[in-house]
C-alpha cells in the first residue's frame, strides 16, 4: 500500500513538473531572427545513406534550406563528406579516414549498410556536394562541419578550397551559401582568422566553465555567430534561445525528427533545425509560416537525380570543380566558370537517386 501510494506521489510530482516546465517554456515563445530553416543532416539520412548523393538528392527533394557536411580529410587531403572518424560503420570497409586516399574511399560501398539498393553509393567529396547542388540550384547553402581540425590542415585546406571556388564571402549567417560548424571552438576561431566565413558553435552539455559563461550570458567571442545547442540543452533551459537573440546571435538546434519537438522548438524561435527528416521539418514550418518561401529556396521540383558530370570528377584538394561568385542580388551564387567534365568511363558512381 504504501508502495502504491509512493509511486503516485512520484508520478504525480512528476506530471506536475512537467506541467510546470511546459508553462515556462510557453511563456519563452520568442520570434526567430529571420526565417526558420530547414538542414537536411547528412541529407535525408531517415531515408538514404547519410552523407550520399543518394541522401541529398532526396533532401533536394524534400525542400531544405540547406544541407549539412560532416568533414574529415583524406590521407591525401582531400576534404570529404562522413560523420565517423572511421569507415566501418558506413562503408564496407574498415579503418581510419585519414588513413585512405580518396581513390582508396572510392573503391568502397557507401550504401549497402543501409539497403541493398544503395549499394553503388560512393564517398562524397565536398567539392563535389558544393558543385552538384549548386549546379541543380544556386540558392542551395551548405552547413559543414569541421569534424578533426588535424592540427588545423582541415581549416586551411577549407578556407583554400573555398577561396578557389569563389565561396568564401558570400553573405552573412542568414544568407551565406557556407555556414561552418564545429564542436571546437578553436576551429571556429581558425577559421575566423583566415575568413569572414560565418560560423556556429555546437554543444550539448555544458562542459566547460567558459561555455556555462556563455550560456548564461547569452553571448560568447566574436568568432562565434551562432549558438548550436542539442534540443536537449534548449529542452533543458528554453529561455537560452531569447538570451541568445538578445545578443544577435542566431539558435541552430539539432537533430530532431518528430514533429511534436520540432513544433515546440519553432514556437520558442529557433532559427534553424537539424534533422534526419526534412520531410516531416517541411510541413511544421509551412504549417507554422515561418520560414523562407519557395522561391528564397529555389529548390527545382523536377531536377533530374544524380550528379552526371560531377560525381567523381575531384582529384585532390585542387578540383577540378566549378568557381562561383556571389549573386548581385546578395542571395546565392552564379557560376562564372564551369570545370570539364569528368571521365566516368571508370565512375560506378550513382547516376541517379533510388
Ligand atoms: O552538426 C549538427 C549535429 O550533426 C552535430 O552532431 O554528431 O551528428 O555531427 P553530429
Ligand atoms: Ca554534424
Redesign the pocket.
Known sequence: MYQCNLYSNVVSALLLASIAVSSTALAQIDTALGPQLNIG?RGASAYAPEHTFYAYDLAMEMDVDML?C?LFLTKDEVLICI?DSTVDRTSDGSGRVQDFTLDELRALDFGSWFGIKFSSAKIVPFEEQLDCYLDHNPLMRF?V?TKDSAQGRAEAVLVEVLARKGLLDTGDIQTSTIVM?SFDASSLKRIKQLSELPTAF?FARRTSFELLQWVASGNGPDYIDAF?PNSAAIFNDPTSVQRFHANGHDVHT??VNERTQMDYLLALGVDAI?TNNPDILRAAIDDKGSGTSPEQRGNPSDFKRGCQGIAGRVVSNKGPGDVWARHDSGRGVVRVEKAAASDLTNYSGPRGGD
Open positions: 543532416h549539412e560532416d560523420h552547413h562541419e560548424q555546437l548550436a539539432w537533430t537539424f
